[in-house]
């Protein structure tokens, strides 16, 4: 049976619109929403998950939303081990992560495959806010990129990108740098084929330094979150830091690749900027 069946099956009583239907899966930790009509339940929920699944040794609970700084996720262990750390392997790559520290979303797994799957042979590449590394490292992985960089903030997701990029040793065009990502590239003083902007809110802070590091004809890959159908405000943001700063769009796409609610979508504009001369 899956979880909700078998969930249904141990507590009868409980609505079946109450009991949850699946969970998240980061390395051997499940990352499960108990609603509060539920929180007397969930060290049993919390059991059943271990029961079902053999290979996850912790299941912990959301108890908030992302927030702060750096974007992290308020956590709670109901059952299994005591640990929030894990080794997670995505697109063959190994991942070692603290969920209590660091933003990451294993949501974003199909969106870091199709970006790599786009970079042309010697081209360099530059995420900002690239956290544990995922991005940079299954870029390095899948594509023939001559160079990439990722620049992260919180310094412990950047203790961590060091970890995985020792952890995927056949991997040798990537590196990180920790820092503000307006002022970490700047003085990098390089040029890149390809900037992607990975932070989840706030994104549009780093667009003036993005297009002044990208290269005529570069292309940008923007994330933002914006209610469903609504991309033009994301369009817009790109279009007056572009007109504010000697740039242009020459044409784009927006891929919808991820949901915050079932009315907020996470979008990609990937646009290639032009210069206005």
């Known amino acids: 049976m899956n979880l909700r069946q078998t969930l249904q099956a141990l507590f009868p009583e409980v609505l079946p619109e ?11 930790i499940a990352v499960v929403i108990v609603p509060p009509e539920l929180e007397a339940l969930e060290r049993d929920i919390g059991e059943a998950i271990l029961a079902l699944h053999k290979t996850i040794r912790v299941v912990a609970k959301r108890n908030g939303k992302y927030s702060g700084e750096y974007r992290t996720l308020p956590l709670a262990i109901i059952a299994g081990e005591e640990r929030l750390t894990t080794l997670h392997r ?3 790559v190994n991942l070692h992560l603290d969920l209590a520290h660091v933003y ?7 969106e870091r495959a199709r970006i790599a799957t786009l970079i042309e042979p010697g081209e360099s590449v530059a995420v900002l806010c690239s956290g544990i590394g995922p991005f940079p490292l299954i870029i390095g992985r899948h594509s023939k990129a001559g160079k990439v960089i990722g620049i992260e903030k919180n310094p412990i997701a950047h203790g961590y990108a060091l970890q995985n990029l020792r952890a995927n040793r056949k991997i040798a065009s990537v590196r990180f740098f920790e820092g503000d990502a307006a002022q970490m590239l700047p003085s990098l003083n390089h040029r890149f084929d390809r900037i992607l902007i990975v932070l989840p809110h706030g994104g549009e802070s780093l667009l003036p330094s993005s297009l ?3 290269k005529p004809s570069g292309t940008l890959h ?9 991309s033009s405000a994301t369009c817009a943001k790109v279009v007056t830091a572009c007109r504010d700063h000697g740039r242009r769009i020459r044409r784009f796409e927006v891929t919808t690749c991820g949901h915050c609610g079932p009315t907020v979508h996470r979008v990609c504009l990937d646009a290639v900027i032009d210069t206005t001369e």
């Open 90 to 92: 995505e697109n063959g």
């Open 222 to 230: 923007f994330y933002d979150m914006q209610a469903k159908g609504c």
């Open 212 to 214: 002044a590091a990208l």
């Open 104 to 110: 990451f979303s294993v949501r974003s797994a199909h």
């Open 18 to 28: 109450l009991i949850p239907g699946g969970f998240d899966r980061v390395g051997d």
